[in-house]
């Protein structure tokens, strides 16, 4: 049987656990609607807004989802650090869509 230990700092496990499993949550359902732009894209040189839109949804979900959850577990980074970096991704990804919708040519 398969043992899991949770530590955390000031928060309840259950509550923890849950947290973290509404961000793998999160980060699938991204990753699998970037696969679905992608797949757009690859019909033909005409759709090259729906890769785009992946790379914006992309930075605007997966990987501050990663960050928030990877750098206090990798690194020693503070939360301004942290918060920095979520938020500059974030608005890359917000960045990246409203290109694409305006000036990119969404076909």
């Not at 499993?21 to 992608?38: F, K, Q, Y």
């Not at 033909?44 to 807004?49: D, I, K, L, N, Y």
């Not at 942290?82 to 917000?94: F, K, Q």
Request: proline letters at 4%.
């Amino acid at each position: 049987m398969l043992q899991v230990q949770l530590d955390t700092t000031g928060a309840n496990p259950s509550i923890a656990l849950g947290v973290l499993i509404l961000s793998v949550v999160s980060v699938v359902l991204s990753l699998t609607i970037a696969v679905v732009l992608i797949r757009g894209y690859r019909r033909g040189p005409a759709h090259r807004g729906m890769l785009w839109l992946a790379v914006g949804l992309i930075f605007l979900i997966t990987v501050p989802e990663v960050l928030r959850v990877g750098l206090p577990t990798a690194t020693n980074i503070g939360n301004v650090g942290r918060s920095v970096l979520v938020s500059g991704c974030e608005l890359l990804g917000l960045g990246t869509i409203l290109w694409t919708v305006y000036r990119g040519g969404m076909q």
